[in-house]
């Protein structure tokens, strides 16, 4: 009998473990509230008023997934803004965030706060670059618009081609204000 009540407790144990680790995957990641940061910002919704972007000093995005050439481009936007977070990155970010291993990822963004940088290698969404070139800007200079992207383009410095259907946005920083 107690054999039997030590194997239902282990059982129960091991259920009431399993909900919680399928509860901790459904906490959005930094990739999915970005997505609904920018979904915000198409809608009209401030910046500062988002979840991730709002808390960011600048937001950085690149522009070539080639064997992590996306550290050489936030590296030349942190020199162009006064080697703001370039210790942060030579340092691969918070966490190691800026020095993983992929390549085949939609692009990678640069989440900037007091001199640190977290890098995102995007996955559930694609961005383009309205200018073609990478860039960092402050949450308030930022403009995110939606995008229909064409099925079997290959975006500018990406490995991939576009899907039908897939979330994409177009991003940019305002200029002369």
Request: hydrophobic letters at 35%.
């Amino acid at each position: 009998m107690w054999r039997g009540k030590s194997l239902a407790a282990t059982a129960l144990t091991f259920a009431v473990l399993g909900s919680i680790g399928g509860a901790c995957s459904l906490w959005p990641s930094l990739d999915d509230k970005l997505r609904r940061d920018f979904e915000l910002m198409v809608l009209g919704r401030d910046s500062k008023a988002t979840e991730a972007v709002g808390r960011a000093d600048c937001i950085c995005f690149n522009q070539t997934n080639h064997q992590l050439a996306y550290r050489s481009e936030f590296l030349s936007e942190s020199k162009r803004l006064g080697d703001v977070f370039t210790q942060s990155l030579e340092g691969c970010g918070i966490e190691n965030s800026c020095c993983g291993a992929g390549s085949h990822f939609s692009g990678a963004i640069g989440l900037v706060k007091s001199g640190k940088i977290r890098c995102i290698e995007i996955d559930g969404f694609d961005f383009y670059l309205k200018l073609n070139r990478p860039f960092c800007a402050k949450p308030e200079r930022l403009v995110v618009s939606s995008k229909i992207s064409v099925p079997g383009e290959r975006p500018l410095g990406r490995q991939w081609v576009a899907r039908a259907g897939r979330t994409s946005f177009e991003v940019w920083e305002k200029t002369g204000e």
